[in-house]
């Protein structure tokens, strides 16, 4: 669930408050393009998932806010690196919307060690990779999903290439289930849904989770 305690930090999490006029926003408040990798060891069992997100550039603009602090018109690792830190630590607290399951069991996930933003064309771009607390064999199905229960980001996957097995082993395939659209009237519901409101109604839960991106992997 989003917690009221993370709009004073809305410049800097990715689940933040976005009101560029300050106006109310309807759900979802955020947008990012993403892509995503899972990681196998030498042993062929599933280790990492690599996360790429770009956030779309109102967003971008309202978290950038004083970033700049020589000036110079440009932001550096130095200046962005604050930001990726209080994002990443504030998505720990949402399982970094990323769930990955197999033969039943979900698939726990270590702080990440390596992550950074970049800056380009006006638009943010988080680079992070979740390590596994155990390697987990992928079985006859596993299933990697990213998306936010509450619909407050909102995650797009490209057609082309929108996942990728890194390490895998030959037999290993994937297939991408792109999400379901939600009907107009649920989508009206959602856009009524003012900015200070962070929590979905519970009915309105279930609807939200059929917005998830999913990947489902296979290694006969």
Known sequence: ??????????????????????????????????????VFDKDGRMDAVRNIWQFDEAFTQFAIQGLDANGDGKLSDE?????????????KEFKFFTYLTANGKEAEFLPPKEYWLEFHNQRLTLFFTLPMKAP???????????????????????????????????????????????????????AAIPAEQHDLPPDLVEEASALANSFTVACP
């Open 1 to 38: 669930m989003i917690r009221s305690n993370r709009i004073r930090a809305a410049a800097l999490a990715l689940a933040a408050l976005v009101a560029a006029n300050g106006a109310a926003l309807a759900h979802p408040h955020v947008f990012v393009d993403a892509h995503a990798e899972l």
């Open 79 to 91: 200046e962005l690196k604050p930001l990726a830190d209080v994002n990443v630590k504030s998505l």
């Open 136 to 190: 987990m064999a992928p079985g006859a199905r596993a299933r990697l999903e990213i998306f936010d229960p509450e619909y407050f980001v909102a995650f797009t996957f490209a057609k082309k290439n929108p996942f990728k097995l890194d390490g895998a082993p030959a037999s290993c395939g994937a297939q991408f289930h792109p999400p379901k659209e939600l009907d107009a009237q649920t989508m009206a519901v959602l």
